[in-house]
């Protein structure tokens, strides 16, 4: 078995059931009397966040030996390590060649590795694309400046971005809930 993401099939689906978007909508809300709009890039501050929760809580009830950080720098912990949670919107499942991308900034917080989730933005589903230890991410990515078009998207901070065949199967490194 190949410990990266060769094929669509070796992305997990996750479906978003009534409960995990209420969940996500009550995390929403205290995150925001708490914090207010900080720490999100894109003008729907709303749909940004409930992206990232909804992809949390996908990830949380996949691996549940995970547990929610309570450092906000990073969403969840296992054993000794730390994992970050990046998730971003689309309208279809993910393919290998689709590409992982981390804000520039945040290269800076103190995290051992990286899931990444594409969230589809009718928040019906969640497809966890891979895993990746930050260091190997930081060496095999490449930064791509503010303004440019990438993927019919022009990049609106300076993004580092990897394809998903780039990352590893999540359950080679995280126990995965039995069925």
Known sequence: MNKLIEKQSDIIDFEILPEHLE??????????????NAGTHRTNKDR???????????????FTKLEYSENDEVDFVFKDKTFD????GCNSKPYPDY????????????VDFYIFSRVKNDF??????????KK?????????????MRHNF?????????EFKN???????????KA
Request: net charge positive; glycine share 4%.
């Open 23 to 36: 969940e996500a909508q009550n995390r929403n809300k205290l995150f925001f009397r708490k914090y207010g």
């Open 124 to 133: 019906s589903k969640v497809w966890i694309c891979g895993i990746i230890s």
């Open 48 to 62: 940004q966040r409930m992206t990232g929760y909804l992809a949390e809580i996908a990830i949380k009830n996949t």
């Open 99 to 110: 590409v992982a991308t981390l804000y520039e900034e945040q290269k800076k917080r103190h």
């Open 85 to 88: 949670s990046k998730a971003q």
């Open 136 to 148: 190997e991410f930081l060496e095999k990515s490449i930064l791509i400046p503010a303004g440019v």
């Open 167 to 177: 990352l590893y199967k999540p359950e080679l490194l995280l126990p995965k809930q």
């Open 154 to 162: 022009v990049y609106d901070n300076p993004r580092f971005e990897l």
